[in-house]
């Protein structure tokens, strides 16, 4: 299935701060369907309402978990303000990742 624009937003904004080695971006709205939220919004499937997101990058190094969570929050400040409701974030070193399927 095809990005959506604001997955495909996500991305270019994540690439050109982070430059990622690994970017996975999933469109979780589906499994948010019939939720109502703040301001009448309802999840629908591929409503890129809800994300999971996977960063892995050196940009992260010397970084607790806190900062680099902040950090892709401040990135993507406009898309939390608007369209997008929630971000499940896994930030990560290349030696974190390690093994990851």
Do not use: C, Y
């Amino acid at each position: 299935m095809p990005e959506g624009p604001i997955a495909t937003e996500i991305r270019r904004k994540l690439t050109a701060a982070l430059t990622p080695e690994r970017l996975e971006i999933e469109d979780d709205s589906w499994r948010h369907a019939g939720h109502h939220h703040e301001g009448g919004m309802d999840a629908q499937p591929g409503g890129e309402s809800h994300f999971n997101l996977l960063v892995v990058a050196s940009a992260f190094e010397g970084q607790g978990r806190l900062a680099r969570q902040r950090a892709v929050n401040a990135l993507l400040a406009s898309e939390m303000a608007g369209p997008v409701h929630a971000l499940s974030i896994r930030a990560l070193t290349p030696a974190e990742a390690g093994d990851l399927p």
